[in-house]
Every structure is written in C-alpha cells, then in structure tokens.
C-alpha cells in the first residue's frame, strides 16, 4: 500500500535554530501514530509541518501526491485539535459545529444541524448541546473540539497534547473519543505524553529527540530499549 503521508528530508528552522533536521517518515492509512519526545524536540513543529501551518525549509511533505504547502493544499483532509480548545466562546456547542459547517462545507442549516447533533452524539455530548463552551467542563471543550474537526471530514486527525491541560478522569475520556475514531480507519498522529494511551492504541511510536527521529517502532519495542536517551525519558514520564 502507498503511504498516505510522506515526509521527505525536511528541515526546519526559527531564527537560525535548526528545529527539525532531515526527518523522513512514510505513514499509511488507519496508523496511529504517538510522537514523544522530550520539550524543544520539534514534535509540535513537525505536525503542524503536515497540514501547512509551517512551511518546512528544505524537503516536502505529499498527503496521497498532493504537496502541502500552505494549510489550504490539504484544507479538509486534515484536522488539528490543540491543547488548548480554540472554541468559538459566543457560540453554543451546536453553533460550534453549524457555523464552520455552514461557512466552510456550505451546507443548508438543515444539513449542518444534523451532522452537528450527529457528531455530538459520538462524543457523547448531545445533552450539552445548548452550553456555552464556558459552562463545559475541560474534558467536554476538547470532545466538542475533537466533534467541530470531524465535521470537516477529515481523513488524517494530528493531536498536539489534547490532553495535557486535562485532570485525569476527563483525560481518559477525550482519549475514548480518539480511540473511537481509530477504529474508523481516520490516520492518527498524535503528540502525548501519557503513556496508558501510547500503550493502549498507537500502531507506532516516533521518539524525537533534537529534530530528529532517534526511534520508530511499537510500544513494546521502546519500553525494552537500550537506548539511554530513551530509558532516561521514559524514567521522567513514568516517574
Ligand atoms: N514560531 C516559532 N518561532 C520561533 N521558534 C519556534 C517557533 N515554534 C517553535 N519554535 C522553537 O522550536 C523548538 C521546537 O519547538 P516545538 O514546539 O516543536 O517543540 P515540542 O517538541 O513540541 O516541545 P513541547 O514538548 O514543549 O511542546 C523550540 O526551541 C521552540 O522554541
Ligand atoms: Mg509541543
């Protein structure tokens, strides 16, 4: 099978500091992807490298032929959900969804409000549907996040830390959501650092270290590596 994204040799660079150097990556269809890493070691630069929101220095990133060169090549195939939920604050969880469905997809108000309840449904969040994403607890903002992403109908979800800024419990829940969605053949990258959820579902595991790959196996590989960078990482995150 051809790969459904390919990183060739790119490099990337902030103000003379070299942030990623020569990574290439082929990565197919429905894998799920876990990129760790230590702070600084370019895990969220290179994502956002595959859906244009950088544009990489040297080398290319092809989504299934097409170049990525700005965030419009792939608009639509590819869906991002950040720390942070980005949510529209004036707008109820259903608008959320409608409003970028309308714009964007321009489907009638009709369509829109049935794909938005469908959607909410599969992130369980139908009985909020009427809140303001202030009123949703942390956990909620990220599913409604994660449903708003999927009405675009991605085929590729990049994660960068979707759970990072989440208690435990609610953690667990927005990783039900990702999980469910790996099981419908959507390719997933995601950056983390919980490792229950690198165990439990990713197909691979990319170690970063420095801009560059230093490990690409399963989960069962890196957690009986000899590599010293990798033991000391894995020592700091599982404490
Ligand atoms: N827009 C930018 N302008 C300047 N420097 C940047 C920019 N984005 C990232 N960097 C720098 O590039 C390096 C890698 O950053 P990146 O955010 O990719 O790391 P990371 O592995 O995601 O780290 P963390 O785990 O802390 O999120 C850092 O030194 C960062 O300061
Ligand atoms: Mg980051």
Redesign the pocket.
């Given at each position: 099978m051809d790969p459904l994204i390919k990183i060739e040799r790119i490099f990337k660079s902030?103000?003379g500091?070299m942030?990623l150097r020569g990574i290439s990556l082929d990565i197919c269809q429905g894998e799920v992807l876990a990129i760790i890493?230590p702070?600084?070691?370019?895990?969220?630069?290179l994502i956002r490298c595959l859906n244009g929101l950088e544009q990489v220095d040297q080398g290319q990133v092809t989504i299934d032929g097409t170049l990525v060169e700005d965030t419009s090549s792939v608009a639509g195939r590819v869906g991002m959900v950040f720390q942070q939920f980005n949510l529209f604050p004036h707008c109820t969880a259903i608008e959320n969804i409608v409003q970028p469905c309308r714009v964007v997809k321009k489907m009638t108000c009709q369509e829109a409000e049935e794909l938005a309840f469908s959607l909410l449904e599969k992130v369980k969040m139908t009985d909020q549907a009427a809140q303001y994403p202030h009123s949703l607890s942390g956990g909620q903002q990220q599913r409604l996040a994660i449903a708003r992403s999927l009405s675009m109908s991605p085929d590729i979800m990049l994660f960068d830390e979707p759970t990072s800024s989440l208690d435990p419990e609610l953690a667990y829940e927005v990783f039900d959501t990702i999980k469910a969605l790996s099981k419908e053949h959507i390719t997933i990258i995601m950056?983390t650092h919980q490792m229950n959820m690198v165990r439990d579902f990713a197909t691979r595991v990319l170690f970063?270290d420095k801009g560059k790959v230093r490990f690409d196996d399963t989960f069962d590989a890196l957690v009986v590596s000899d590599d010293v960078r990798i033991r000391q990482f894995l020592k700091k995150v599982y404490g």
């Open positions: 902030f103000s500091q942030v890493g702070s600084g070691s370019g895990k969220s630069t950056v970063l």
